[in-house]
């Protein structure tokens, strides 16, 4: 099955710093590779989402990178603000009725005045 | 859009009993939901996918006995624990899928906190 590795799994930045998230995935046939964001006792919140026939996709200040040949991609928070902190969870799944999205692990990232 | 409730949000129980977590997306037909655990400071672990009308499919080491799933319309789905014991205390979190699209997008609940005394 699919394994999705995560790093850092934890990062600290001052405010208006960039942050940057690395995922890597296992299997060759995944292609959709959504990120979530996850506030303490609350529930994920899909903050942007990338498939495989492009590499990179922009929101605001969120962007998500992907190489399909290395298999990883990566999550870019630019100007950070106090409000992203917060855990950043990647995911992966091959898209389709019987599909699943698998985890990373998650990163905590902490945004410091 | 897209919104998915979850009740209770937090419950707490004695050991050996049973209790019923609701799924519920209100303003959109699920056919797929799926249900995950999440321990403290870890990661979503799926714990079974449930299809509307058809038998759940569970991940390995999910006891089926244990955990039953309930799919009977495409708005609502059921998680009972059952004979609760304190190792199952967690965070139960649902997702729903929407039913017709192309995307593969999941949609959370807010969570139902479980503490087995």
Known sequence: GEN??????????????????????SDSASNY??????????????IIDIRSNVGEKKDQRIAVTLN??????????TETQPEDSAVYFCAASITGTASKLTFGTGTRLQVTL | GAVVSQHPSRVICKSGTSVKIECRSL??????MFWYRQFPKQSLMLMATS??????TYEQGVEKDKFLINH?????????????????SSFYICSARAAGGVTDTQYFGPGTRLTVL
């Open chain 1, 4 to 25: 999705v590795e995560q790093h850092p799994s934890t990062l600290s930045v001052q405010e208006g710093d960039s942050a940057v998230i690395k995922c890597t995935y």
């Open chain 1, 33 to 46: 590779f959504p990120w979530y964001k996850q506030e303490l006792g609350k529930r994920p919140q899909l």
């Open chain 1, 68 to 77: 399909k040949t290395a298999k990883h991609f990566s999550l870019h928070i």
């Open chain 2, 27 to 32: 303003d959109f037909q699920a056919t797929t």
């Open chain 2, 51 to 56: 299809n509307e009308g058809s038998k759940a």
């Open chain 2, 72 to 88: 009977a319309s495409l708005t609502l789905s059921t998680l009972t624990v059952t004979s609760a014991h304190p190792e199952d």
